[in-house]
């Protein structure tokens, strides 16, 4: 009894203590949880960069873009995503202000005023940046007895992918050169027409995109091909007679691409680099800033970027408003068209 007694009053005695233990335990715990949530990073913010197909421009600089917003900007995350183009770039961001795309400007106005493509869904788009512009290749090769426009006439085509910026203005100019019901007409990628012309599929095929086009190059180099890029330059004064002054009289230099006899006379339209009105005004300064700072890392994964440039930035040269984000940059900058 006595014993039961003594042990009793023993245990008594070291509650204080084992209560002390415990508390100390929860300190130390609550310490340690503490210190790790001010180790742990935010959560990172996720953005995706809609680019076009794997065969032209838009991929592998998207790719340069996302990988070097991820490296230099703290706490974003970007991906490239393979897209149809210019058109699905841009109902993806509709929605979304965590994506960007890359857009032809026709495609881009359509979207916003709610036309053509977009007809009814005026969507919310801003400009981060004027980009450089897309090069008209009307292709064919060789041995097809095709010497101009005209002479698709009764043939077969390719107008673009469907969801693209190129097929948009491959039907304006069919229409300016009163073939829209002439050509029987395929939708297919750069990459699928350049194999679908090889094999003798289609005739002819329009492609709208930077210099050069990695697909367009593969069909120069193909063995036994000559390459013939068709003037289409006398287009573009009907084209912008009905659609607003977005298209250009332009060159493809005969040394761009092998085979290539003379300087292609042909049409060009800016691409613009674009992202949902909701997109916040940090994120956009963060990417047009990022983008401008290390255009030298860019310029290593597509040349086309050497005509990013902070001399193309003015509102008169995207039909698109330009994001305040992006707006702040060019103030810092001292960009004329914004000061």
Request: glycine content about 8%.
């Amino acid at each position: 009894m006595w014993a039961f007694l003594v042990n009793r009053t023993i245990f008594a005695s070291q509650i204080p203590l084992l209560e002390t233990s415990v508390n100390l335990v929860k300190l130390f715990a609550s310490t340690l949880c503490l210190s790790f949530s001010v180790m742990l990073p935010a959560t990172a913010e996720n953005i995706s960069i809609a680019t076009g197909g794997t065969g032209g421009v838009y991929y592998p600089v998207g790719g340069g873009i996302a990988s070097l917003l991820s490296k230099k900007v703290p706490g974003l995350e970007a991906t490239a995503e393979v897209t149809g183009g210019s058109v699905d770039n841009l109902k993806l961001l509709s929605n979304d202000p965590t994506y960007i795309g890359f857009s032809m400007a026709d495609a881009a106005q359509d979207a916003l005023r709610g036309e053509n493509k977009f007809e009814g869904n005026k969507e919310p788009v801003r400009t981060l940046m004027v980009l450089y512009p897309n090069h008209l290749h009307l292709a064919t090769v060789e041995g097809r007895d095709i010497n101009s426009i005209a002479d698709l006439k009764d043939r077969r085509i390719s107008s673009g992918s469907p969801g693209s910026a190129t097929e948009v203005m491959a039907l304006r100019m069919l229409e300016a050169a009163g073939l829209s019901d002439d050509v029987t007409r395929e939708r297919l990628s750069v990459s699928e027409s350049v194999n679908a012309l090889k094999d003798g599929k289609i005739d002819a095929f329009f492609w709208v995109g930077g210099l050069p086009t990695g697909a367009v190059t593969d069909l120069a180099n193909t063995p036994n091909t000559t390459l013939k890029l068709l003037d289409n330059a006398d287009l573009t004064t009907a084209m912008n007679e009905k659609y607003g002054k977005l298209y250009v009289k332009d060159v493809i230099p005969k040394s761009v691409y092998r085979g290539m006899e003379k300087d292609n006379q042909q049409a060009s339209v800016m691409n613009i680099l674009v992202a949902n009105a909701e997109m916040s005004d940090e994120t956009a300064y963060n990417i047009v800033k990022t983008i401008f700072e290390s255009r030298d890392d860019l310029i290593a994964v597509h040349k086309a970027t050497t005509e990013f440039s902070l001399d193309k930035q003015d509102p008169e040269s995207s039909p698109i408003p330009f994001h305040p984000g992006a707006v702040k940059y060019f103030k810092e900058r001292d960009v004329k068209a914004f000061n």
